[in-house]
């Protein structure tokens, strides 16, 4: 359940949070034209509070409305200056941030294109995406029976608000089964991505990722991880595979800005290696901890401090 703050950044002011409301016909209510992100402020060892990758997280934003031809009423700097005033204004020194760009309610169908540009941005506490006992010990993942969009029909280049419509449904068939999350296929059969996360298995020693090109979203989280993992001497390889590599790795884990880094201990009811969190897992696991929390120097540029 969403925790509430008491202010929340609408259209260039802070206002109650109660009050940040749209009307019934908001366009992209409708039809689900709309850019949103999910950001993670960290409470850091040293007493002060940082963004992780703030800039590459609002220039997808940016990214993702230029894909969908919908203009933001303010610059990049602006956004980023507004999640730290929202985490100020609520005295969060850890918490999600939620900015969110969608069209308003001046009119209706499809082809409508004079609607206002609207931009919120919410900031609350969020605990581990997966919970805790999944953090720790991992998830169990169904491969789904719905696929991940075509290149072609998605977009998937951007992280847009109606896209994840199949992703629901695919946590919500996984979650109907009693499995944690759901992984889901490209339309060639290799494995693509979570329900809301990128997906990564390791086989002796080599770790590997679905490219781009196997219709993900490009997370931040994943960046950070190939980036961590080559500076740590990992191997690291953007290439496609299929499900029965997946059911065959050493390990596997999971990344997005709410999980984290969070092991798979089972898919298919199938157990990865052992069916617990394997060394280069954890080794990857706590050196993101490490860097977000503030006990780690190394990537600084990551960083913006509240």
């Known amino acids: 359940m969403i925790q509430k703050s008491s202010k929340i950044w609408m259209d260039g002011r802070l206002i109650p949070w109660d009050e940040a409301r749209v009307h019934v016909l908001t366009h992209s209510l409708h039809y689900g034209l709309g850019a949103f992100e999910g950001i993670r402020c960290y409470s850091?060892?040293?007493?002060?509070?940082?963004?992780?990758?703030?800039?590459?997280?609002v220039q997808r934003l940016?990214?993702?409305?230029?894909?969908?031809?919908?203009?933001?009423?303010?610059?990049?700097?602006?956004?980023?200056?507004a999640c730290v005033e929202v985490l100020r204004a609520n005295g969060l020194a850890e918490a999600y941030l939620r900015p969110i760009v969608f069209l308003g309610d001046e009119s209706l169908g499809v082809g409508a294109s004079d609607m206002s540009?609207?931009?919120?941005?919410?900031?609350?506490?969020?605990?581990?995406?997966?919970?805790?006992?999944?953090?720790?010990?991992?998830?169990?993942?169904?491969?789904?029976?719905?696929?991940?969009?075509?290149?072609?029909?998605?977009?998937?280049?951007?992280?847009?608000?109606?896209?994840?419509?199949?992703?629901i449904l695919a946590k919500r068939e996984a979650a109907a089964l009693r499995y944690d999350e759901a992984i889901m296929l490209d339309i060639h059969g290799y494995v693509a991505e979570a329900s809301g996360q990128n997906i990564f298995i390791v086989r002796n020693g080599?770790?590997?990722?679905?490219?781009?090109s196997a219709s993900i979203l490009p997370g931040v989280t994943r960046d950070s991880i190939i980036r961590i993992a080559g500076d740590l001497g990992y191997r690291v390889q953007e290439v496609p595979f299929t499900r029965d590599e997946l059911y065959i790795a050493d390990e596997a884990?999971?990344?997005?800005?709410?999980s984290e880094?969070?092991?798979?201990?089972?898919?298919?009811?199938?157990?990865?290696g052992a069916?617990?969190?394997?060394?280069?897992?954890?080794?990857?696991?706590?050196?993101?901890?490490?860097i977000v929390?503030?006990?780690?120097?190394?990537?600084?540029?990551?960083?913006s401090f509240v």
């Open 44 to 57: 850091r060892a040293d007493g002060r509070s940082s963004i992780f990758r703030l800039r590459e997280h």
């Open 62 to 81: 940016f990214d993702t409305c230029k894909i969908l031809t919908i203009h933001i009423p303010f610059p990049a700097e602006a956004i980023r200056e």
């Open 117 to 167: 540009v609207r931009v919120a941005i919410a900031a609350f506490h969020w605990g581990a995406y997966l919970g805790e006992e999944g953090l720790r010990r991992g998830v169990r993942c169904k491969i789904s029976s719905f696929q991940r969009h075509h290149v072609n029909v998605g977009m998937t280049m951007g992280k847009v608000t109606g896209q994840y419509f199949n992703a």
């Open 206 to 212: 080599v770790i590997r990722t679905p490219p781009a």
């Open 253 to 258: 884990f999971l990344t997005g800005t709410a």
């Open 261 to 272: 880094v969070t092991p798979i201990r089972e898919v298919d009811d199938r157990p990865m």
């Open 275 to 290: 069916g617990e969190p394997g060394e280069v897992t954890r080794t990857l696991k706590e050196a993101y901890a490490e």
């Open 293 to 303: 929390k503030g006990r780690s120097v190394r990537y600084p540029e990551w960083l």
